[in-house]
């Protein structure tokens, strides 16, 4: 707690200001970018997972790995479709990563 109280008002606005900025970024690249191709983005994920990716995605299992994760947890926990959780982690990852 104590370095909770060691941020000044100012200090607040700028993380909420970079934060709304990260939100906007994520959600504009998920409806421009992964929702038109979000089949070939989830066969990717699944083919990266099973370790039968071309080229150099065969061996980047970081970032599938963690949707992957928030995916099962929102499966178990939010009771959604686990195909949808899926979908749904990947702009959570984008946010989180800006």
Not at 37 to 54: F, M, N, W, Y
Not at 75 to 94: D, I, M, N, Q, T
Request: glycine share 4%; charged share 20%.
């Amino acid at each position: 707690m104590g370095m909770l109280r060691n941020f000044r008002s100012r200090d607040w606005v700028a993380f909420a200001m970079l934060a709304s900025v990260a939100a906007v970024l994520a959600y504009d690249h998920y409806t421009h970018v992964e929702l038109p191709k979000i089949e070939a983005r989830l066969q990717h994920h699944q083919d990266v997972l099973d370790g039968t990716a071309s080229g150099p995605y065969k061996n980047r299992k970081l970032v599938p790995w963690l949707t992957q994760s928030m995916a099962t947890v929102s499966h178990h926990v939010l009771g959604l479709r686990f195909e949808k959780a899926l979908e749904y982690s990947y702009p959570v990852y984008s946010f989180a990563a800006l």
